[in-house]
């Protein structure tokens, strides 16, 4: 149900389910949630695609899968959205940069799967992204947290209680989607060979400080950033690049 390969030092999973417009399914969210385990062991990885089979992203639950959970015990989806759950925070916590390249639709928990991605890179018209479970009696709850740390609440509600679908340069503009491209894979490739020049040590300490600091005061920020800054002193990549940057100089 995903296919892998590696680019370089970057890692592209795809979703392999073009028949069912790479919906989610348990087997599928397992089988992701081992392959990011195994990338964030690699040290050779430096950073991480996502995309889809075919002319889809991924068009969240299939048919079949929501036939299942309505008919599930609540311990039964209990267990299952708490798989879903560690599936994204996986991504959102995943040490490298992650990019999603949205080739056509995200939809549902589609759109929540490119929301946990650092960036997202789009075609214009071609992807469309949007939050339909409120058409369907269900709710965006899971995916909404990563949805409103993204673009904030006020367009956060504008998408979840709407449940309208908004094309690739609609999301540009509402900052959920950070480029726009023709060629989404292309240009994810470009970004991420552009990405994977930075330090990997500053990369991984700069994105655990972003996820940290926006749960904590100001204070409580500004004392867990000295930390970092202290850290982040020492490491073999910042003496590196002082020597470099001061060889330059010279």
Do not use: W
């Not at 509402?174 to 726009?180: A, D, E, K, M, S």
């Not at 930075?198 to 000295?226: D, F, G, P, W, Y």
Request: with cysteine; hydrophobic share 40%.
């Amino acid at each position: 149900m995903i296919k892998s390969e590696i680019n370089n030092n970057t890692a592209i999973i795809t979703l392999n389910r073009p028949e069912k417009r790479n919906a989610l399914h348990p087997f599928l969210v397992e089988q992701l949630k081992n392959k990011l385990v195994e990338f964030e062991k690699d040290d050779a990885i430096k950073s991480l695609i996502i995309t889809g089979e075919g002319n889809t992203f991924c068009a969240g639950a299939d048919l079949e899968y929501l036939q299942n959970i309505s008919k599930n015990s609540s311990i039964e989806n209990f267990e299952d959205s708490k798989s879903l759950a560690e599936m994204f925070l996986m991504i959102y916590e995943f040490s490298k940069p992650t990019i999603a390249a949205v080739n056509g639709a995200a939809i549902a928990g589609g759109c929540g799967l490119a929301s946990v991605c650092d960036f997202v890179v789009s075609h214009p018209e071609k992807s469309k992204f949007g939050y339909s479970e409120v058409k369907i009696g269900f709710i965006p709850a899971i995916v909404s947290i990563f949805l409103i740390k993204k673009v904030g609440e006020g367009l956060a509600k504008q998408l979840l209680l709407e449940g309208e679908i908004i094309s690739g340069k609609r999301a540009y503009e509402i900052g959920f989607v950070n480029y726009l491209a023709e060629n989404v894979l292309v240009e994810s490739i470009n970004l991420s060979e552009k990405i994977n020049r930075n330090s990997v040590e500053s990369l991984r300490l700069t994105k655990q400080m972003i996820n940290n600091i926006s749960n904590l005061s100001v204070k409580e920020a500004v004392n867990h950033c000295i930390n970092l800054n202290v850290i982040s002193r020492s490491t073999e990549d910042f003496r590196n690049g002082i020597k470099s940057f001061l060889d330059k100089d010279k």
